[in-house]
């Protein structure tokens, strides 16, 4: 089967998973935190080298002040608690988005993980905090303006995701046909799979469906 080299998900739809199955509509994002390990895991068995994982945006901000303290104790958890593992099998971690407006301990657990990532990874994961494709190229423009010629390939590397090539694959999960500012200069020629399912309930199976979609894909690239 063609499988993608790098596959972008936006993980939508855990406070309407919290509400109907959880107990509570923010109960949901514990839950979507255990999808997103299941999902790393099957992503490195199906030898797929990039996966990047949208999981807080610049706009989430706008959420309740409780909703934002869970989220980031979220993080702080998941950086404790299972990069570690990811590090011993092989598995690399960046953050993409911006970390100015991240808590100091996040923005250290961030700068920690990234260096002690392994350089021979199986997977390389990016995690999109703080994350929006405009904010992004905004900050990449100021990078590159000083440049005699700004080309494609000056703000490619400008990018936070510089180094990794572009999405062959997005999937966003909760069945919205939006992007939501995922990857926006990067998906340019991606495949975009919608998936009813809410992100807490994404399965290895629904994973599985989304790749053999992709692989029945004819990518013409504008040929
Ligand atoms: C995605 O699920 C997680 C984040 C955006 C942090 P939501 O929290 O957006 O859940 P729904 O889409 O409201 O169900
Ligand atoms: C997109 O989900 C962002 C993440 C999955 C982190 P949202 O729930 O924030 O997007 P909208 O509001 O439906 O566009
Ligand atoms: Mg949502």
Redesign the pocket.
């Known amino acids: 089967m063609n499988l993608p080299t790098h596959v972008g998900i936006i993980?939508?739809?855990?406070?309407?998973a919290g509400e109907e199955s959880f107990g509570g509509r923010l109960l949901?994002?514990r839950e979507?935190v255990e999808t997103a390990l299941t999902i790393v895991r099957a992503t490195q068995a199906r030898q797929i080298p990039y996966l990047t994982l949208f999981?807080?945006?610049t706009e989430?901000w706008k959420r309740s002040e409780v909703e934002v303290t869970l989220?980031m104790e979220l993080f702080r958890e998941f950086f404790d608690q299972h990069v570690e593992a990811f590090m011993r099998d092989h598995i690399a971690v960046r953050c993409i988005g911006r970390r100015d407006r991240l808590p100091a301990d996040i923005v250290e657990r961030i700068v920690s993980i990234e260096q002690r990532s392994p350089q021979s990874a199986t997977l390389q994961v990016q995690i999109a905090i703080d994350y929006g494709g405009r904010d992004e190229l905004v900050r990449a423009f100021n990078k590159v303006r000083e440049h005699a010629t700004i080309d494609e390939a000056a703000i490619s590397v400008a990018l936070d995701t510089a180094g990794v090539p572009d999405p062959d694959l997005i999937i966003r999960t909760?069945g919205e046909h939006r992007l939501s500012g995922f990857l926006l200069w990067q998906a340019a020629y991606a495949e975009l799979y919608i998936s009813d399912v809410?992100?807490p309930h994404f399965s290895e199976a629904e994973y599985g469906n989304a790749l053999t979609w992709y692989g029945e894909r004819e990518r013409r690239h504008g040929k």
């Open positions: 993980m939508d739809g855990n406070r309407r949901g994002h979507g999981a807080f945006s989430n989220l909760g809410l992100w």
